[in-house]
């Protein structure tokens, strides 16, 4: 049986300036698009895609909002491509799963992490900043309920910038799977997994760096020894002065967990009703923490990128 490959235009397109970055070597830094389109009210929405794009600027590199428009997967998004992801309403949210069904059904959608990673790894850019992956479920030993992330990144060689694990997870399960799937995870001067919106999870990383030039050098080594194509988890905590008050997490959080048992959402639905649950219960500071992560990852991630790119 024949097949028919189609042109890489046709299901991946870089803008202009991401293709002529990667061409020169020059650094880039994958940002997901969900955050746009399902993360945030508009208008606040454009301005934090807008905001993140020029922080990762004023950190030396060339940043790549990644979405799927028309089932095309668009690596680098021009004003009016943000506008559209900002704006439309229906826009799905596509993991990596979902991809082939919406190039083929011509489909427009926002990429989750496990996405972009495929994306910007697809299009040849190794360093991607997000706020925390997703992972492990409370509960999984009934619900068997785990994200595709960490599947995406045990087979795929990016370097993810996060503040942890979203804190609504079981982030110790969350890390014995990362370790079982051969995933690196490193602390970035902290010797602690953070807890996406606080400083802290309680966990500890097995591996600290100090500066963007030693993860550039933890993925060099990655290339230079081969093996499976796993990821680098650069795990940078929110600042203790912009965290989310934790006492008040504890109790927002557990108030959530039983409000979702009450009403019995599970599945897919339960992330989305756990997140928006702490936003309102915590007048929106847990939404200011977020973004303060989201921040401080996306200027680390240009950093990393940076150095890389200079080669030491």
């Known amino acids: 049986m024949r097949t028919t490959q189609q042109p890489i235009d046709n299901v991946l397109r870089p803008s202009d300036e991401v293709a002529e970055a990667l061409a020169q070597g020059a650094p880039v830094v994958a940002l997901e698009s969900t955050i746009i389109s399902h993360g945030l009210p508009q208008p606040r929405n454009l301005e934090v895609a807008r905001e993140l794009e020029e922080i990762v600027r004023q950190a ?94 045990s087979r795929t060689r990016i370097t993810v910038v996060c503040a942890g694990v979203k804190s609504i997870l079981d982030v110790p399960a969350t890390l014995q799977r990362l370790e079982t799937r051969g995933v690196t995870v490193a602390g970035f001067r902290t010797d602690e997994f953070p807890g996406f919106y606080l400083h802290s999870s309680g966990e500890p990383v097995d591996w600290r760096i100090e500066t963007p030039a030693e993860a550039a050098g933890v993925m060099r080594a990655q290339d230079a020894l081969g093996g499976p194509e796993t990821a680098l988890i650069v795990a940078n905590p929110v600042p203790l002065d912009e965290q989310l008050d934790p006492a008040l997490h504890d109790r927002v959080l557990a108030g959530a967990l039983e409000s979702a048992e009450q009403q019995n959402i599970t599945g897919q639905a339960i992330t989305p009703f756990l997140l928006d649950y702490l936003v309102k219960g915590t007048d929106g500071a847990s939404l200011e923490a977020n973004l303060a992560a989201v921040r401080g990852n996306a200027r680390l991630a240009g950093q990393i990128a940076a150095s890389w790119s200079r080669g030491n």
Not at 96 to 108: E, G, N, Q, T, V
Not at 125 to 147: K, M, N, P, Y
């Open 60 to 153: 030396g590199a060339v940043p790549a909002t990644i979405a799927v428009l028309d089932g095309v997967a668009h690596i680098g998004l021009d004003e009016s491509e943000l506008k559209r992801i900002a704006t439309e309403p229906g826009l799905r949210k596509l993991g990596f799963r979902d991809l082939p069904a919406a190039a083929a059904l011509k489909a427009s959608g926002a990429t989750t992490v496990s996405a972009t990673s495929f994306l910007a790894a697809r299009a040849g850019i190794r360093i991607f900043a997000t706020g925390g992956l997703g992972g492990v479920h409370r509960g999984w030993t009934e619900s068997q309920d785990e994200s595709a992330d960490l599947d995406m990144l």
